[in-house]
């Protein structure tokens, strides 16, 4: 609690941060353990991409720190993954209007400011593993995909872009493939050469949109 949102972790990276090129498209990849774990520069060699990510969050505490982490780095876009730690309840129990609306702040703050809005679904976890079962108890499916249906409106409603990763990575039991996660929820190097296409995609989408 003595910092909440964990401001004081990307703080330094943030002051020494250069600005953007000219004609540089910025994009900050804003998000929890999953963003936080993905090699960005590995995944996309000589892209603008920055990592704020960081494990464990929540969107009670993204939205703390989305000033530090997103307005002021002055992205062209934001790709916002986040959800899977509210419903394991991280930080206590929360409200799925709650989460909603948080979601929402985020979204319509960068929208002030200009920048593109990619919001992610909440991925799939499943208990294939024994390595599994203690993400997979606290993270019940029909909560993904309730948060998740809402998400899909809320982007349609709203002008910004949805990426799906849910459907790209659920097998035919509603659980997220196997092979993807090895311990049901972070995905391995399969599950984020399945993301990253797709969140590749859908960057060019937002950045295309005027």
């Known amino acids: 609690m003595n910092d909440f949102g964990e401001l ?14 000219a004609g540089e498209s910025r994009v900050v990849f804003f998000g929890d353990s999953i963003t936080d774990a993905w090699d960005l520069t590995k995944y996309f060699p000589g892209k603008p991409y920055v990592n704020r990510g960081i494990g464990g969050q ?39 209007a709650d989460i909603e609306a948080n979601l929402s702040s985020m979204a319509e703050l960068a929208r002030l400011h200009d920048i593109r809005v990619v919001m992610s679904s909440v991925t799939p976890v499943h208990d294939y593993t024994p390595r599994a079962q203690e993400f997979f108890a606290t993270r019940r499916p029909a909560e993904i995909l309730g948060l998740n249906g809402w998400l899909k409106k809320y982007c349609a409603d709203n002008g910004f872009l949805y990426l799906d990763y849910f459907e790209a990575m659920v097998d035919k039991q509603g659980l997220m493939k196997r092979e993807l996660a090895d311990d049901g929820l972070h995905p391995n190097v399969a599950g984020y050469n399945v993301m990253a296409p ?8 937002a950045l295309a949109t005027k």
């Open 58 to 96: 929540t969107t009670s505490q993204m939205l703390v720190r989305f000033r530090q982490d997103v307005i002021d780095l002055r992205p062209k876009v934001v790709v916002i993954l986040a959800g899977t730690n509210d419903i394991a309840g991280n930080t206590g129990a929360i409200a799925l």
């Open 198 to 205: 797709l969140v590749s995609t859908a960057i060019e989408k």
């Open 8 to 21: 004081e972790r990307y703080r330094a990276a943030n002051a020494s941060l250069a600005a953007s090129a």
